[in-house]
């Protein structure tokens, strides 16, 4: 598998946190727990990416409040892809929105509005919007910081997402989650 150069990020990304504690019983860890927000406003969450895959990440160690699992809102432009990866984690992708396809390993699989989208580890996958005229939109879940955790960290990234947009849709921005309502 050949990859294309790595991305650089801004600022480093956390896959797994410290867990710490000045007791043996974890009181102040529990305490933090206990007191950390139950709702996460995802409108209030910033979206990064563009122009064909937008990305908001919705909960994951980065963020401090979660330690086991990964979950980000994604949106495909009208006819985008996104970039061609793998990673050893197995990922659910829910569609809320749209319809496209899968190329999981050469193999292609369509998805509609609805449907779940089951990504295998080790699988090399890339996702399409097939809709000339709409976005497609899901949630992607992976339990990636425990794979983290348990030092199964091989991702690659094989082609990396377009920095063109796409002809007519040059100015594409994603919606929030409420606006979809």
């Known amino acids: 598998m050949k990859t294309s150069e790595a991305k650089i990020y801004d600022e480093a990304r956390i896959f797994v946190r410290p867990v710490q504690s000045r007791q043996y019983s974890m009181r102040d860890e529990l305490e933090r727990l206990r007191n950390m ?5 995802g409108n209030e969450l910033r979206w990064t990416g563009g122009p064909q895959l937008w990305h908001k990440t919705l909960i994951d160690p980065h963020n ?14 009208p006819k985008a892809k996104s970039q061609k990866h793998g990673h050893q984690n197995e990922a659910l992708c829910y569609i ?13 699989y369509d998805w509609n509005a609805g449907d779940l989208v ?13 809709d000339p005229d709409k976005p497609a939109r899901g949630i992607i879940i992976k339990g990636k910081p425990l794979y983290m955790f348990l030092n199964l960290i091989f991702q690659a990234q094989v082609e990396r997402s377009p920095k063109e947009p796409i002809p007519g849709w040059e ?3 994603p919606i929030n989650l409420r606006e979809l309502l």
């Open 37 to 41: 927000p139950r709702v996460i406003k």
């Open 64 to 77: 401090n409040l979660t330690q086991s699992i990964h979950i980000h809102y994604v949106d495909l432009a």
């Open 96 to 108: 809320l929105e749209g319809k496209g396809y899968e190329i999981h390993d050469g193999k292609t």
């Open 118 to 130: 089951l990504i295998h580890g080790g699988c090399v996958h890339q996702h399409f919007n097939a």
């Open 171 to 173: 100015n594409y921005k």
